[in-house]
């Protein structure tokens, strides 16, 4: 086989079901329904194997896992392996036996989505009623003395509210909150002309993220994922491809990155078919970015190389059509103009009712 490290950490989508519809979600638009999700036995197979493979840390995610049922089976058997479990949720359906059983499962923590700290704006974006039930989900966690983590993707409808969700934050005692400005794959792609910012809007965010972590002093930890598009700097892929983490979907095939699936050529291997050792070191998939060899001009002679490892390829692929060209996000990219002129493009403000397309079962995005 060849010579690569093994992965360390592993995101794994149980369902692409969610009683959310957001606007900005990063599912794919063809969505996977529940009839081709692996089963109990199959996943707790892919957890064996990617035990033995090295993995120590699994985001639980989806859509929304909490819609399996056999949900603590699945943390039971991350646990028995040995690795982390954090249940990545949007807290609608987590009721206090339900997280007792997943904790006496061995769920060691909780990252909450949040859309917004107004509970209307929070439900427009979310296109579902869900506030009080992250409220709610907020209070069981820290009274359980889980750790809480709330993720909140940022956009032209909530960015200006950024005070109010650290506020937010605060007043339900969580330990991060992660500010992760929207990256444009799946949904979120579908409706970038509504979600996208502009220049003095992610300037004005930036500022405010600054002073809190002045005021604050690392409690909580505020996590700032930069916007590529306006900063003109390209989010290294995944710690870059293949190296340290892998997904699973649903229905089993597994993908360097969890927005790898429109991505021409990848032939990505499933784990009914292959092991998961074989997926991670030999598939095409997997080996396809991975490493330097692929890159061209001015990726290969670029000192940033080893750092940005060329930006993301999912990117690159939804804004020029090659997803081996340079990321247009970098500002050094011959295509940067198509990200710039997004950007700069004219703007007003939020609009109070945005149009968005929302993601929805068993529909495709125009």
């Known amino acids: 086989m060849t010579a690569v490290d093994p992965p360390w950490a592993l995101l794994a989508e149980l369902t692409h079901g969610c009683p959310l519809r957001c606007a900005y979600c990063s599912n794919p638009v063809e969505l996977i329904g529940p009839s081709a999700e692996l089963t109990t036995t199959q996943w707790i197979d892919v957890l064996r194997q990617a035990a033995d493979l090295g993995i120590v840390q699994m985001h639980v995610s989806g859509g929304e896992p909490l819609l399996r049922r056999d949900l603590t089976a699945i943390v039971a058997a991350a646990d028995r392996a040995g690795i982390h479990t954090q249940l990545v949720t949007s807290g609608v359906g987590l009721h206090e036996k339900r997280l007792g059983e997943l904790m006496d499962a061995g769920l060691r923590s909780v990252q909450l989505s949040v859309q917004h700290a107004d509970a209307a704006a929070s439900e427009r974006i979310a296109g579902a009623r869900s506030f009080a039930a992250k409220e709610r989900a907020a209070r069981l966690v820290r009274a359980a003395g889980l750790p809480l983590g709330l993720n909140v993707v940022l956009h032209r409808a909530n960015l200006d509210a950024l005070d109010d969700i650290v506020e937010l934050g605060l007043a339900w005692g969580t330990d991060r909150i992660e500010l992760a400005n929207t990256q444009f794959y799946g949904w979120a792609l579908v409706n970038r002309d509504t979600l996208l910012p502009g220049r003095e809007q992610v300037d004005r965010a930036r500022r405010s993220v600054a002073a809190w972590r002045d ?18 700097t390209a989010k290294p892929c995944m710690g870059g491809w293949g190296s340290v983490s892998l997904t699973v979907a649903p229905d089993g095939t597994v993908y360097p990155c969890p927005a790898a699936a429109p991505l021409p050529g990848l032939d990505a291997p499933n784990v009914k078919d292959h092991p998961l050792e074989w ?54 990219s011959p295509d940067h103009g198509l990200v710039r002129a997004l950007v700069d493009a004219p703007r007003e403000g939020p609009s109070p009712v945005p149009a968005y397309v929302y993601r929805d079962e068993g529909h495709r995005a125009p």
């Open 215 to 232: 005021r604050l002093g690392g409690r909580p930890e505020l996590v700032w994922v930069v916007p590529d598009y306006v900063d003109g």
């Open 279 to 332: 997926i991670w070191r030999e598939s095409k998939a997997f080996t396809l970015y991975r490493g330097e060899q692929w890159m061209s001009e001015p990726c290969r002679s670029c000192e940033l190389r080893t750092r940005d490892f060329g930006g993301c390829r999912c990117q690159a692929y939804a804004l020029t059509g090659d997803a081996a060209r340079t990321d247009p996000a970098c500002r050094l």
